[in-house]
């Protein structure tokens, strides 16, 4: 345990900032695999597959719009007390949900399930940026885009242990015993968390980015139109993204490239998928190193304009299977970085002192946007086609591109030099 006044060592971030990667991975398929359960649970029970998927919605619906509340909780316990609290309460109802799920004989209990997963997920997310954005002020994109990444690439270390429990034992086991081993490694772990000590970073070397020399309270932070920029640019780039991304398979339906195979057997979407999220996984230490380089603002520029880019090749060339995977992997690989860039800029520009909620606040900004998918089903079938779509969103993007450039950088930099 560091003294007061001593000085934080390497290995002491580093491995602060491993254990959060680890949790991460180990709530990752709470997203990312839930749909390995559907159909046997659909199968199972005869519900809808739209009941069942309702349980996802309140699931992504709390995972995001708690993690305000509890980032001021982390923040408010202190440095020692607070990581420690949270994430041990996070590993707690992240195995009570899916021990619910595994004996939920209604719908109404697979909706209990979902709350508290859903709790438990945005508690451990919420505290584990925050832990990475406050422990790595010098290397902040990068520290968070690793934690970032443990979350969106780590379901793919269980999807093939779930997939043949559920095959063997049937998928209420895999509920209990994958919910209980996770939620109790993320419990255990919790315990060697905390965030450093005022002064205790006073030795690692100096961003190269502007930083704010003080501390924004969440009620400061959300009065400035900086923040509300942010927020806005990220509802447009996470809902370009989701529009896209949540549509892979019926687009590659559509452009009749889905079942054709073409590489060691497997079909343009099996294969899009995997290098999908790879891509996603992978942008977000990628542009978040990127950006503790040449700063925050450019980053953006040049990811979003990528990604509009990406959307327009996609629409217009991407009834060829191998363009289909190589724009579809383009798209994913310049979405994923929102995770990572967004939550290092809103530290660099309201401080550390209440660094969990203020980026909590802005990744609520996630949920937001999640209204504006539809818009994207709307297109298709006023059009029949998804060419507007891609219009669209390539369009967000350049809009965000020059907002980052023309809007956001001047209003940071005039703020932090006020500041």
């Avoid at 649970?41 to 708690?66: D, M, V």
């Avoid at 996070?90 to 004989?105: F, P, Y």
């Avoid at 089903?377 to 059009?383: D, I, P, Q, R, V």
């Amino acid at each position: 345990m560091a003294q007061p006044g001593a000085l934080a060592t390497p290995a002491t971030r580093w491995t602060q900032l491993i254990i959060c990667i680890i949790c991460m991975v180990l709530i990752a398929n709470l997203q990312y695999g839930w749909t390995l359960f559907v159909n046997p649970i659909n199968k199972a029970h005869g519900w809808s597959l739209a009941s069942i998927q309702f349980a996802f919605s309140i699931f992504i619906a709390l995972e995001t719009w708690l993690t305000p509340i509890e980032g001021w909780i982390v923040d408010n316990l202190g440095s020692r007390r607070g990581p420690k609290l949270v994430i041990a309460f996070g590993g707690i109802m992240v195995a009570l949900g899916w021990i619910v799920n595994s004996r939920a004989q209604t719908l109404e209990m697979l909706y209990l399930g979902a709350v508290f997963a859903g709790t438990g997920g945005g508690a451990v997310y919420a505290t584990c940026v925050g832990q990475a954005v406050k422990w790595f002020p010098d290397r902040r994109g990068l520290a968070v885009g690793l934690t970032a990444a443990g979350y969106g690439a780590g379901a793919a270390l269980t999807v093939v242990p779930i997939r043949a429990v559920i095959a063997s034992s049937g998928y209420e086991t895999a509920f209990f015993w994958f919910g209980l081993i996770q939620g109790g490694i993320v419990f255990l772990l919790a315990w060697l968390l905390r965030a450093p000590e005022p002064g205790e970073l006073t030795g690692v070397g100096s961003p190269k980015v502007v930083q704010s020399t003080r501390s924004y309270s969440p009620a400061e932070a959300l009065s400035t139109p900086a923040f509300w920029l942010l927020y806005i640019m990220f509802i447009m780039v996470s809902a370009s993204g989701l529009m896209a991304t949540a549509q892979i398979a019926p687009i590659a339906k559509d452009f009749n490239v889905g079942s054709v195979i073409i590489m060691f057997g497997a079909s343009t979407l099996s294969l899009a998928l995997i290098v999908d999220n790879v891509c996603n996984g992978g942008a977000r230490p990628l542009f978040g190193w990127i950006s503790d380089h040449i700063g925050r603002e450019y980053t953006m520029a040049i990811a979003f304009g990528l990604g509009g880019i990406a959307y327009w090749l996609l629409g217009t060339l991407g009834h060829a299977p191998w363009a289909f995977v190589l724009f579809a992997a383009m798209i994913f690989l310049t979405w994923g970085e929102i995770f990572s860039l967004f939550p290092s800029t809103c530290t660099d520009t309201f401080g550390t002192k209440f660094a969990t909620v203020n980026l909590s606040l802005l990744y609520t900004a996630k949920g937001a946007s999640a209204f504006l998918v539809p818009v994207a089903n709307m297109l298709k079938a006023h059009t029949g086609s998804w060419h507007l779509v891609f219009v669209v969103t390539a369009i967000m993007n350049f809009i965000v591109v020059a907002l980052a450039l023309f809007v956001l950088k001047p209003v940071r930099s005039k703020f932090l030099t006020k500041g």
